[in-house]
């Protein structure tokens, strides 16, 4: 069992530009390494191997640097802060952690130096390719893997600048975005003593019994009766999650003073007070 430790009463500025504003700086600067190699590689022909070599391989180098710091921030979830963002919905918000931000930016740089060599349709001018219909049927599958890796990318990178993914607590429910889709939850929808703290490897699992209250929106995965909240990327403690969303499933008259000082300070006391083992 790990426990919780206490963390501040109130999330820092600090906190919440690490949480939100990291992520979006990160895709922005793969962005534009992205354009910029695009760019060179399609316009500036290096004389000699070593020098092409090396150029191909500067945006893989990148995204394998990316990829590794996003596993180190995706790390040691125990570790990670018993606070929620409070905002002016009134909600209760969890933000990404930066990490997300490592994902997606090596993303966008891992699938740029992928598409963009199979985007080259100089051949087409050459005198000897092949007929009208037989170069179409060429052209086809990169242009195919070309769009879907144009439309994956602009997912992610929406979501990065959405603020996904994210979950909020409001007095409704819970709201929760995920890069390819949303899902809102409430309350009354939510089976009462629950979620438990059981940990299904990067994910906690909600026990809905009225799934005919739950929206869905987009990819998604899980049941409407047993939707899964996916924990890796998002900045909060795993068991002050849980207890969080539990505290106000089996209390619905907190549920207005979600998102409100007062409320955050309520919730705060009671999880702080109860002991780590026990549901609250």
Excluded: K
Excluded at 62 to 90: D, I, S, Y
């Amino acid at each position: 069992m790990h426990p919780i430790v206490p963390g501040p009463t109130a999330p820092t500025r600090a906190s919440r530009v690490t949480a939100i504003g990291v992520p979006r700086l990160l895709v922005a600067a793969a962005l534009a390494i992205a354009v910029a190699w695009t760019a060179t590689v399609t316009t500036w022909d290096l004389p000699g191997f070593w020098a092409g070599l090396l150029l191909h391989s500067v945006p893989f180098g990148l995204a394998l640097l990316a990829f590794c710091l996003a596993a180190l921030a995706a790390r040691h979830p125990w570790q990670r802060p018993t606070e929620l963002t409070l905002t002016n919905g009134p909600r209760l918000r969890v933000p990404p952690v930066s990490g997300f931000g490592w994902f997606v930016a090596g993303q966008v740089l891992v699938m740029t130096s992928a598409t963009v060599p199979v985007a080259d349709f100089d051949w087409l001018d050459d005198p000897d390719a092949p007929s009208a219909p037989l170069r179409y049927a060429l052209v086809l599958p990169p242009a195919v893997m070309v769009a879907v890796a144009a439309l994956l990318i602009g997912a992610l990178v929406a979501a990065v600048f959405s603020g996904s993914p994210r979950v909020d607590l409001t007095p409704l429910g819970i709201e929760i975005r995920e890069p390819f889709g949303r899902r809102t939850i409430p309350w009354v929808a939510l089976c009462p003593g629950t979620p438990a703290r059981q940990w299904d490897g990067d994910r906690l699992i909600l026990t809905v019994t009225r799934p005919e209250l739950v929206e869905r929106r987009g990819l998604l995965r899980g049941s409407r009766t047993a939707p899964r909240l996916a924990l890796t990327w998002l900045r909060v403690h795993p068991w002050f999650l849980t207890d969080a969303i539990r505290y106000h499933v089996d209390h619905p008259d907190e549920r207005e003073d979600v998102g409100t000082p007062v409320g955050y300070a309520r919730l705060r006391r009671t999880l702080t007070c109860a002991a780590p083992g026990q549901p609250h």
